[in-house]
Nanobody, 127 residues
């Protein structure tokens, strides 16, 4: 069955960096768009980054553009999110998620098109 396991979260200072990882299993990772989204206490879920199955297209929320980089290594069944210039408002629980559509070139910035996610990894940005 589909399994996604996020890791790499922790405490970072404002301006610092963290890299999140997502280990995927149970499906052909290379044929699905993947995304990262986050949820902060009292706020709605926010899609922050997406990447096509083939890896040739990425897209970001305005709130993280220029600071976050999503990448993938299909051979290792892994997804990554490099976060830099972190801000306190980046604090939240971060999840990786799998798109519904079997198409290595498909992409979508709609959270409702992602139907599997892991348990999340906590990112806290504070001095």
């Amino acid at each position: 069955q589909v399994q996604l396991v996020e890791s790499g979260g922790g405490l970072a200072q404002p301006g610092g960096s963290l890299t999140l990882s997502c280990a995927a299993s149970g499906f052909m990772l290379s044929h699905y768009a993947m995304s990262w989204y986050r949820q902060a206490p009292g706020k709605e879920r926010e899609l922050v980054a997406e990447i096509t199955g083939a890896g040739g297209f990425t897209n970001y929320a305005d709130s993280v553009k220029g600071r976050f980089t999503v990448s993938r290594d299909n051979a290792k069944n892994a997804l990554y999110l490099r976060m830099s210039s972190l801000k306190p408002e980046d604090t939240g629980l971060y999840y990786c998620a799998k798109n519904r559509r079997f198409d290595k070139y498909y992409h979508s910035f709609r959270l409702d098109e992602y139907h599997y996610w892991g348990q999340g990894t906590q990112v806290t940005v504070s001095s």
